[in-house]
């Protein structure tokens, strides 16, 4: 079992930048590909960014690519979102998620954190 605790979410305005973070506990992190989604209301579950175990690749949905880095330190058991250049359309529930190896789909997520809002405002 793993648990997963995200933090950092809050309101902010366009163009600035913001931090998550989601803290594991549990069994061994670094077994665990790590993957951000987000879902806007009304809207589905969507693939944001992961990491594999020890960090390399990483991998990006196009919409968020250039702007937002993940990242994540074993050591800590915490994967990270770096988020620059926020846009209001990035507004949304933020969800940290573990799986065996990357998965794109959230479907394939093994664990799930409970999120932390993020809004942007224009």
């Known amino acids: 079992q793993v648990q997963l605790v995200e933090s950092g979410g809050g309101l902010v305005q366009a163009g600035d930048s913001l931090r998550l973070s989601c803290a594991a506990s549990g069994r061994t992190f670094s077994n665990y590909a790590m993957h951000w989604f987000r879902q806007a209301p009304g809207k589905e579950r969507e693939f944001v960014a992961a990491?594999?175990?020890?960090?390399?690749?990483?991998y990006y949905a196009d919409s968020v690519k250039g702007r937002f880095t993940i990242s994540r330190d074993n050591a800590k058991n915490t994967v990270y979102l770096q988020m620059n250049t926020l846009k209001p359309e990035d507004t949304a529930v933020y969800y940290c998620?573990?799986?065996?190896?990357?998965?794109?789909?959230?479907?394939?997520?093994?664990?799930w954190g409970k999120g932390t809002l993020v809004t942007v405002s224009s």
């Open positions: 998620a573990a799986a065996l190896k990357y998965y794109s789909s959230p479907a394939a997520m093994v664990y």
């Open positions: 990491i594999s175990r020890y960090g390399i690749p990483t």
